[in-house]
């Protein structure tokens, strides 16, 4: 007897196909049945900010949605910003949580019986924050310029330091260098002046505090003068007689000649590094030349020459 069509048999496949139709319905997740969300993102002031500045967060959801919002920062809660309820479709986290360099915020709508969960695009937030200060500075200073140098900045503040600037702190002269250069030479220092020497680091976040070094005083490279007499010893009294002094050379200024305490030619000016004079009060005696010193050269006396003059006949 052919059973396939029995009662028995037709009822034993209704009730099997129920409960395979029950356990499908129970697999289900709750939030099949709601209708698609979407969870928009901002940020108020806008990107970029210092760190710890406070920013508030605003996510908008589909008009009508009910709920709450969680509003993370790289993947973690932000604290207290977690399971916002949303009002008018609409919660907001105000933070201070941005840190240098870049943050991202996601705002992660729950779902509820209406409508399914969402998740906004990555807002990513930009924490501008300046490179930590040079350290380390040390100047070596002479003959009005001075080498400065310095170890680089520790922190960078997220961004990549671009460059650094030593300046004279008293005289306000400076010089300028990119990263990684770690020196340079400022030039046109005052001598005698006691200056300190400050650095900063500059990157798109910003310029560093300074760092500086300890107190220095641009000092007078040493000169050296020397005399010729230019007209042949002896002379007549009455003869003129030059002289000439050359200065070591980049010097500039004058040049006194002195025969004993009498001077001879007060303030004769360098050309070339040489300055003459010609006289004709000249006693038989020493004649020296002494440089009157500039902003970068010191004073410097010649040895003495001796010159002999006659009486005339």
């Known amino acids: 007897m052919n059973n396939s069509h029995s009662p028995f048999r037709r009822a034993g496949l209704v009730v099997c196909s129920l409960l395979l139709l029950s356990t499908f ?11 698609p969300s979407s969870t928009i993102l901002t940020a108020s002031p806008l990107s970029p900010q ?33 399971a916002k309820t949303l009002s008018s479709s609409v919660a907001t986290c105000t933070t201070t949580a941005l840190a240098a360099g870049m943050n991202s915020f996601v705002a992660i709508y729950s779902g509820n019986g209406t409508y399914n969960s969402s998740t906004s695009s990555t807002l990513n937030y930009v924490g501008i924050s300046p490179p930590t200060a040079p350290s380390s500075v040390v100047a070596s200073v002479t003959n009005g310029y001075a080498v400065v140098s310095w170890a680089a900045s520790s922190g960078t503040g997220g961004f990549t330091v671009l460059g650094y600037t030593a300046t004279a702190v008293q005289g306000g002269e400076s010089c300028t260098v990119a990263s990684p250069l770690l020196s340079c030479t400022i030039y046109g220092l005052p001598t005698g002046v006691a200056e300190t020497f400050s650095v900063t680091a ?56 002195v025969e004993g305490s009498t001077t001879l030619c007060a303030t004769q000016a360098l050309d070339a590094g040489v ?31 001796s010159f002999t003059i006659t009486s005339s006949t």
Not at 25 to 35: D, Y
Not at 64 to 71: E, K, R, S
Not at 276 to 286: F, I, N, Q
């Open 25 to 35: 319905v129970a697999t289900l997740p709750a939030s099949a049945s709601g209708s």
């Open 202 to 257: 500059t990157s798109a976040g910003g310029t560093s505090a300074p760092g500086t070094s300890s107190s220095h005083t641009p000092t007078l490279a040493s000169s050296t003068t020397t005399l010729s007499a230019l007209t042949l010893s002896p002379q007549n009294a009455g003869v003129p007689v030059t002289f000439a002094a050359i200065v070591t050379s980049g010097a500039t200024g004058y040049v006194k000649f």
């Open 50 to 82: 210092n760190p710890g500045t406070s920013i508030t967060l605003t996510a908008t959801v589909t008009t009508g949605a009910t709920g709450t919002v969680n509003f993370e920062l790289g993947g973690t809660s932000l604290s207290g910003c977690s």
């Open 275 to 305: 300055a003459t004079c010609t006289t004709t009060a000249l006693t038989s005696g020493s004649i020296t030349a002494t440089y009157l010193g500039d902003t970068n050269y010191a004073t410097s006396t010649s040895t003495g020459v």
